[in-house]
């Protein structure tokens, strides 16, 4: 039976033409299912390509597993497990890019990963069903290509669920540098770059400061960021993009059903769509900064100063927040200490960890309603607990949560610790608030889904007004209190935090900061 369907397997074999040098596929295989099904695979693989060769003598010790090895060279990245789901496209990338097609960076980054110097050897565990995996699979795959003295193995832990548990591994991607643990969650090249190399921090700190200064400033990448710079870059304004990770929160989005035209997409592909589009303009698209302050300007049509750490700034003429915002948490003793050791935020990247255990999912919203269903068929059981008397979710929600066998439901219940025994949770603590009951659940998981906190502790001291919950106080133009600052998306009092009315009030502040831009002009010239 063939692994790859008919319409996988012809993406493929058109993906597979831009190898040009030849590889092997080393695997090391052993009694189980899942090594037949590997070796299926990779044949299938090699018969789309005379430049692919399979080889069965591995001798890695995790098997099933293979290698991708450039012939006679020492370039390759390997695979424990069967990369399909979503590291489909970190497979697809490995074979072209160690048959030789070039690896699609910035080519100063490129040099950099090039001139770390060192032995390193990343292992990454990571679940098929996890979206922010493949970011952090590719970034590593690729730096393996560039710098051979730099190896990664992907290692899939739901195949490998011993070694998973005993390095107490509950949250995914999780990265390990020569066999100590080195980063947890979404990373980029970037990232993984400027760990590795001492003076990344200097040298990106100096091409900020070289920037001349901009017409307008767009501070977030997720779509009211994406939307703003766009629409201003239209106008013929010199537009800077700067943030964190490109995407913001759609990132951590697996299905988005609701966005007008576009029936069904994910995420990271949403996301890679907005980057494409930004891409199409003369937009400076500055990666991996996070802003620490604003010094806004001391006279109408002056230049605002944003500050990333310590030394470096950005100048601009006009500045639109889009930060966007986070996971919100509960704020009770041991959530710190055990994120990460079984709380967490994601049910699709780490469900599969908990596989066969009792979990709780914080949050009777829509997220946390969905949350709970999709982890009922991987856990053993799940209960859900609920702030308030009533859960908020939809209906249609509740209905199908309630029709679930091994989920129960908690309302009136306010968490009140976190237990563990020092490596991991064990338990949790809540109270009742209708008696004022204390109770105690055991369990070895916590998924937080009560909401989230706009991006803005930052802008604190700045003279912007922020509302009551931290959110950018702004009119239905995006203005916020002060001339030349603009607001867009969930970190602002826009009503309704979707990725629609988010683009929507990135394009109202935009052509907001046009009009200022313009007036302000005329001023100074008159």
């Not at 200064?213 to 767009?218: D, G, R, S, T």
């Not at 030394?311 to 915002?325: Q, Y």
């Not at 946390?368 to 702030?387: K, Q, S």
């Not at 950018?472 to 990725?499: L, M």
Request: glycine share 10%; aromatic share 6%; with cysteine.
């Amino acid at each position: 039976m063939a692994v790859l369907d008919s319409a996988l397997t012809e993406q493929l074999s058109q993906l597979l033409t831009k190898v040009v040098e030849p590889i092997e596929l080393v695997a090391s295989l052993d009694e189980r299912p899942k090594s037949t099904e590997m070796l299926g695979l990779l044949q299938e693989i090699a018969a789309l390509s005379d430049k692919i060769t399979v080889r069965t003598d591995g001798t890695n010790e995790r098997r099933p597993s293979f290698e991708i090895i450039r012939t006679g060279t020492d370039v390759g990245v390997r695979f424990a497990g069967i990369p399909l789901g979503h590291e489909f496209s970190s497979l697809v990338l490995a074979l072209v890019q160690v048959g030789g097609n070039p690896v699609k960076e910035d080519a100063d980054l490129m040099q950099q990963v090039k001139d770390i110097d060192g032995d390193y050897e990343f292992t990454t565990y990571m679940s098929l069903t996890c979206q922010n995996c493949p970011t952090v699979v590719q970034a590593l795959n690729a730096m393996s290509v560039l710098n051979p003295r730099i190896r990664h193995t992907a290692v899939e832990g739901s195949l490998f669920q011993d070694e998973v548990k005993s390095k107490n591994i509950l949250t995914v991607p999780q990265v390990y540098l020569n066999g100590e643990p080195f980063a947890t969650g979404r990373m980029d090249m970037a990232d993984f770059a400027a760990k590795l190399d001492a003076g990344a921090g200097a040298k990106a700190a100096a091409k900020l400061n070289e920037r001349e200064p901009y017409e307008v400033l767009v501070i977030g990448q997720g779509p009211a960021g994406a939307a703003a710079s766009i629409y201003t870059a239209r106008k013929g304004f010199r537009t800077g993009l700067v943030g964190e990770r490109f995407g913001g929160q759609v990132l951590d989005t697996m299905a988005i059903e609701n966005f007008i035209s576009v029936p069904h997409t994910e995420g990271p592909k949403f996301a890679a769509a907005l980057e494409q589009h930004v891409g199409e303009y003369e937009i400076d698209v500055i990666k991996n900064q996070g802003a620490t302050a604003l010094v806004p300007a001391t006279t109408e049509g002056g230049l605002h100063t944003v500050t990333f750490g310590e030394d470096a700034a950005l100048k601009a003429r006009s500045v639109i927040i889009a930060t966007g915002a986070k996971w919100r948490l509960m704020g009770v003793p041991g959530e710190e200490e055990y994120r990460n050791k079984g709380v967490t935020f994601c049910p699709h990247c780490d469900g599969p960890l908990f596989k066969g255990k009792r979990i709780a999912v914080i949050g009777g919203g829509n997220s946390g309603v969905e949350a709970a269903i999709d982890l009922a068929g991987i856990v053993d059981h799940v209960t859900v607990i609920e702030f308030m008397d009533e859960m908020r979710a939809d209906g249609v929600l509740q209905d199908k949560l309630r029709s679930m066998s091994n989920v129960d439901v908690i309302l009136g219940a306010q968490t009140t610790e976190v237990v563990g025994d020092g490596t991991q949770v064990t338990s949790l603590k809540y109270k009742v608030r209708a008696t004022g009951e204390l109770k105690e659940l055991p369990l070895s998981g916590i998924f937080v889904q009560i909401g989230l906190l706009p991006t803005t502790d930052w802008l604190r001291d700045s003279g912007v007004e922020l509302a009551a919950r931290g959110e950018i106080a702004v009119n239905g133009r995006g203005e916020t209190n002060v001339p030349g600052v603009f607001a867009a998306g969930d970190c602002s009092t826009i009503p309704y935090k979707q990725i629609v009315v988010a683009q929507g009030s990135g394009a109202s502040a935009a052509l907001s900061a046009f009009d200022y831009l313009i007036r302000t002009k005329q001023a100074v010239e008159a």
